[in-house]
């Protein structure tokens, strides 16, 4: 059969069940460390904002590469959990500013400890030029345009 392959080797099954294990990884490990709280999906708001807080809703949305819609419902069960809090931007009334809870700033450690661990597991799994390969085949995959088909020359 060519082509695109329908079963355990697809990349898109892949990639859901590698991506489903490292959440239970992180579950169990977030859990074991004090942080039951805390769900894999939320890094997508806190890596940005470890990076950078007091940043404004649609930056924290671009950042996380998320709609605005699903950043407001992840930032409600954030907030709901402890983890941040969502503040008028005293500069524009009608803006919103995006900030990591005492809580959340105790995780950020912890959260480290934890994914070097976890990237060390990744790294033995597949050794270092693995790994490195890896990383550098999932960035090419998050950059794939929508509606884009590498595969096929575009019209001049």
């Given at each position: 059969?060519?082509?695109?392959?329908?079963?355990?080797?697809?990349?898109?099954?892949?990639?859901?069940?590698?991506?489903?294990?490292?959440?239970?990884?992180?579950?169990?490990?977030?859990?074991?460390?004090?942080?039951?709280?805390?769900?894999?999906?939320?890094?997508?708001?806190?890596?940005?904002?470890?990076?950078?807080?007091?940043?404004?809703?649609?930056?924290l949305a671009r950042r996380a590469r998320l709609?605005?819609?699903?950043?407001?419902?992840?930032?409600?069960?954030?907030?709901?959990?402890?983890?941040?809090?969502?503040?008028?931007?005293?500069?524009?009334?009608?803006?919103?500013?995006?900030?990591?809870?005492?809580?959340?700033?105790?995780?950020?450690?912890?959260?480290?400890?934890?994914?070097?661990?976890?990237?060390?597991?990744?790294?033995?799994?597949?050794?270092?030029?693995?790994?490195?390969?890896?990383?550098?085949?999932?960035?090419?995959?998050?950059?794939?345009?929508?509606?884009?088909?590498?595969?096929?020359?575009?019209?001049?």
């Open positions: 059969m060519s082509g695109t392959q329908l079963g355990p080797d697809n990349i898109g099954f892949l990639l859901a069940k590698a991506s489903q294990r490292w959440n239970e990884l992180l579950t169990a490990e977030f859990t074991a460390a004090g942080f039951p709280e805390v769900r894999a999906a939320y890094g997508s708001l806190l890596v940005p904002l470890f990076e950078e807080e007091g940043i404004r809703q649609g930056e709609s605005k819609q699903t950043l407001t419902t992840m930032a409600r069960a954030l907030e709901g959990d402890g983890l941040m809090e969502r503040r008028p931007d005293p500069s524009d009334a009608r803006a919103t500013l995006v900030y990591l809870t005492p809580r959340a700033r105790e995780l950020r450690p912890v959260a480290q400890r934890i994914l070097a661990r976890l990237e060390k597991r990744v790294a033995a799994a597949t050794g270092s030029r693995g790994r490195a390969e890896l990383g550098r085949a999932l960035r090419a995959i998050m950059a794939i345009e929508s509606g884009e088909d590498p595969g096929r020359s575009r019209p001049a």
